[in-house]
T-cell receptor
């Protein structure tokens, strides 16, 4: 298994600003992903964080809005850019080995005012 | 994209009762995972299933990977108050990369003492 931490745990941000969320895994993992969970909803995959190369985004998510970095096998960041109230969500990172199991961080609860 | 239909949406049961929930899809999945999410936390992996027909237990939890590879169920026996939370099924659709999960809509479980 993998233990995943995220920073910050929550934040309240002004419209038009950006927030960078950090994800740290306690061991090297092959795969890392970022998800969004809107209030009362399920999880939706934003992108695959690829180590040393550009992230792979799912339909409806773009790099300009959600730039992602993954400099090594234990760390990734997600930036939510030019925020609007519609970006208020829980953002979760997940990581795991090159198998199907994925472990999740505690999430970052973002409120945009 | 692939969708998972998870049911029931919510359950209200008495402590000691057994619980059953399931997920179905029109597409074939390579793996099924069951997660539990407590308020303010990220999803925690309960059971992972890798082969059609596989039946796996984790304490009072039992899950099965359907023979058709298009469904899975989770049973919880002798429920206790700490079983309260949201249960999500998740699967990796055939033809997608490792770790890219599609989530069901969740089953909200309430256990009355």
């Amino acid at each position: 298994s993998a233990v995943i931490s995220q920073k910050p745990s929550r934040d309240i941000c002004q419209r038009g600003t950006s927030l960078t969320i950090q994800c740290q895994v306690d061991s090297q993992v092959t795969m890392m992903f970022w998800y969004r969970q809107q209030p009362g909803q399920s999880l939706t995959l934003i992108a695959t964080a690829n180590q040393g190369s550009e992230a792979t985004y799912e339909s409806g998510f773009v790099i300009d809005k959600f730039p992602i970095s993954r400099p090594n096998l234990t760390f990734s960041t997600l930036t939510v850019s030019n925020m609007s109230p519609e970006d208020s969500s829980i953002y979760l990172c997940s990581g795991g080995p090159a198998t199907y199991e994925q472990y999740f961080g505690p999430g970052t609860r973002l409120t945009v005012t | 994209g692939q969708q998972l239909n998870q049911s029931p949406q919510s359950m209200f049961i008495q402590e000691g009762e057994d619980v059953s929930m399931n997920c179905t899809s029109s597409s074939i999945f390579n793996t099924w995972l069951w997660y539990k999410q407590d308020p303010g936390e990220g999803p925690v992996l309960l059971i992972a299933l890798y082969k059609a027909g596989e039946l796996t237990s984790n304490g009072r939890l039992t899950a099965q990977f359907g023979i058709t590879r298009k469904d899975s169920f989770l049973n919880i026996s002798a429920s206790i108050p700490s079983d309260v939370g949201i249960y999500f099924c998740a699967g990796q659709p055939r033809g997608t990369s490792y770790g890219k999960l599609t989530f069901g809509q969740g089953t909200i479980l309430t256990v009355h003492p």
